[in-house]
């Protein structure tokens, strides 16, 4: 697979990603932030399809949080 690196913007501001990687057209990636004082990590994972990437955000170990899909802008 191919690394992922970046960031993503939180309520708290950017947070750094980690373990990201790219494999055909799957993209995973997880984030580690505060949450009232205790670590949490944010698991994200994604399916690549032309100019989008639908993406499904989950606290490690817990159900789907949110989805979104990013569009390329041209």
């Excluded at 992922?4 to 055909?24: A, E």
């Excluded at 990437?53 to 899909?69: K, Q």
């Amino acid at each position: 697979g191919e690394k992922l690196t970046g960031t993503v913007t939180g309520p708290g501001g950017p947070l750094p990603l980690s373990g990201g990687k790219v494999v055909g057209d799957k993209v995973a990636f997880y984030v580690t932030t505060d949450m009232d004082g205790s670590p949490t990590k944010f698991v994200t994972e994604g399916t690549i399809k032309g100019d989008e990437i639908a993406m499904t955000t989950r606290p490690e170990g817990g159900a789907d949080f949110f989805s979104i899909v990013a569009k390329r802008i041209k």
